[in-house]
């Protein structure tokens, strides 16, 4: 008897991945940059976080397939690190979570929400409708047929099943009674957003009419961005993926369709410093201003981007100064006082990439500054680079 298992559509927990776009996917995606990767990390539960680290009570969970997941996107444009900033410039405390997943549909969704959010009474969720019901929706089997990316029960192997003519809307608005039945049972907040995709496409434009429908019948808040996006064909890459100004751009439409609902408390203050600095990096130490009155509860970032054009292993390094002797720091201690306390930057040869740093703060530090240097020769361009701090 061959063994059956539900499919769980998630990234995976405790990932730290670089992606890379293949050949053929650029070819097809002409206004993705050719030799940019993509830093993709998750905590213990299968999250992406913000590049911000803010820990709060107060949680939002992105739900949602590949428009949702930014994989090829810089950490920092993301839409959960968008949103994250958003609100906390904005005095929300707000800590945002990403679950979107490439592939995945309404049905994997459900399964999602019992199996990760049952325990998560009080959060907020927010639900951007995926694209790929479209196919189950016209599958004689519908989510249970044998289609390799799409069937609910593996194992699934084929690519191609019957389909029907029409989409079976009951079914699609039985799978959104579902969502919003538990999210009510589990006391989780839902909003639901419109399918996000660009140019024409008759199927999408009736599963959004479907879901619009409903949520309207049944006091779900609904935020229809359709209209604006087959407006702004520029905010995507393709039909379906966001390029940094639609993540935007979607971010800030989405908060002020949310923020009602939230809580605002001025608890934390967010603020940005940036090295100004965007050519290539020399030996001579780059410093930031120098960041005061921090405590054990201070949460700095470093997030670089930058361009590795040499082969070297670890063509540069940041460091830090703490105006004292750290009581405890993950970092190497230099016998170079222009460094004093570093780490190394690494890239790929040939690739530009994001990266995003955690500055450790010892206990008895009082203030510090962090500065960034090549380590032997010219092998990094600074696209841009800039320091992120949570009091």
Known sequence: MQKRTIRLKELGTNINKLYTPTLEYLENCPLLK???IYEI???EEGNQYSIFGNQSENKIFLLGASTVECLYMGSSKKLHSVLEKTLL???YNYEVKNLGTSGTHTLNIINLIINKLIDKAGSTVILVLPSNDEGPLQYEKNYFSSHVYHATILPALDKKVKREVDINAELYTRNLGLIKGICDQLK???FITSICYTNEAANLNRLNSIAKEYCYNNSIPFLDLEKDFQENQNYFYDKLHFLPEGAAYFSEKLFNFIKDELTQTNEK?????DFKYSHILEKNMVWSETITNISHKTKIKLIIDFEQIDTSKAPALYAVDYFCTPTSTTLIKSANP????YKYITGKPKKRIERVLDIDIPNNCEKLKVGIRSWEGKGIII???FLSIIN
């Open 34 to 36: 050719k030799n940019e």
């Open 41 to 43: 990390k998750t905590d």
């Open 89 to 91: 410039i904005n005095g």
């Open 188 to 190: 989780l907040k839902l």
């Open 269 to 273: 203050n967010l603020t940005f410093l």
């Open 338 to 341: 222009e460094i004093g306390y």
């Open 383 to 385: 696209h841009n680079a």
